[in-house]
């Protein structure tokens, strides 16, 4: 069955940088694409961008360009996401989900940002 | 930025029928682009409702059920459950941000 499973909390202070993985297994890594979103507390969803996890292609909201990078490797059928410059309101749930309808979502991963 | 907007909150008893508006534009919904519904129970992941407007995926309960028109987009719960207690979300794809938007949420609490 398909999985998504990501990495595990973190705890960050403002400036920093933060990534999570999101490894991928059920099906063939490269036919889909991978989004990120993420639900800060109490907040809606908010969509980060997306890597084609075929040719490698991105597309990143406008709110986050520039301090998002999304990666793949797809030796490791893994994905990344990464968020540097990171300020209080970046403290949210990250999660990642699988092709255009996101139909797969990991489990979620908790980044909080406090000094 | 370009946004869906929903009620933010909906209540019916059990057994009863509600519905949740997803508003959007001429860049999103009006532009013909497919809309999604999540349900997220409260500390899960969301789980896709609906795709590609009104279809469901395996194990989704015929109760639910989709449909759009213009630039907005609807879902109904029809025999309403206490399990149904939940945020909804709708989704889109968004032309003029080439880029995927949701909608801002709804609450739906089963009395």
């Known amino acids: 069955q398909v999985q998504l499973v990501q990495s595990g909390a973190e705890v960050k202070k403002p400036g920093a940088s933060v990534r999570v993985s999101c490894k991928a297994s059920g099906y063939t890594f490269t036919t889909y694409a991978m989004h990120w979103v993420r639900q800060a507390p109490g907040q809606r969803l908010e969509w980060m961008g997306w890597i084609s996890a075929g040719n490698g292609n991105t597309k990143y909201s406008e709110k986050f360009q520039g301090r998002v990078t999304i990666t793949r490797d797809t030796s490791a059928s893994t994905a990344y996401m990464e968020l540097s410059s990171l300020r209080s309101e970046d403290t949210a749930v990250y999660y990642c989900a699988r092709g255009e309808d996101f139909i797969y979502w990991g489990q979620g991963t908790l980044v909080t940002v406090s000094s | 930025q370009s946004v869906l907007t929903q009620p933010p909150s909906v209540s019916g008893a059990p057994g009863q029928r509600v519905t949740i508006s997803c508003t959007g534009s001429?860049?999103?919904?009006?532009?013909?682009?497919?809309v999604h519904w999540y349900q997220q129970l409260p500390g899960t992941a969301p789980k896709l409702l609906l795709s590609g407007n009104s279809n469901r995926p395996s194990g989704v309960p015929d109760r639910f059920s989709g449909s759009k028109s213009g630039t907005s987009a609807a879902l109904a719960i029809t025999g309403l459950q206490a399990e149904d207690e939940a945020d909804y979300y709708c989704?889109?794809?968004?032309?003029?941000?080439?880029?995927?938007?949701f909608g801002t949420g709804t609450k739906v609490t089963v009395l």
């Open positions: 001429s860049s999103n919904i009006g532009a013909r682009y497919d």
């Open positions: 989704q889109s794809f968004d032309s003029s941000l080439t880029g995927y938007v």
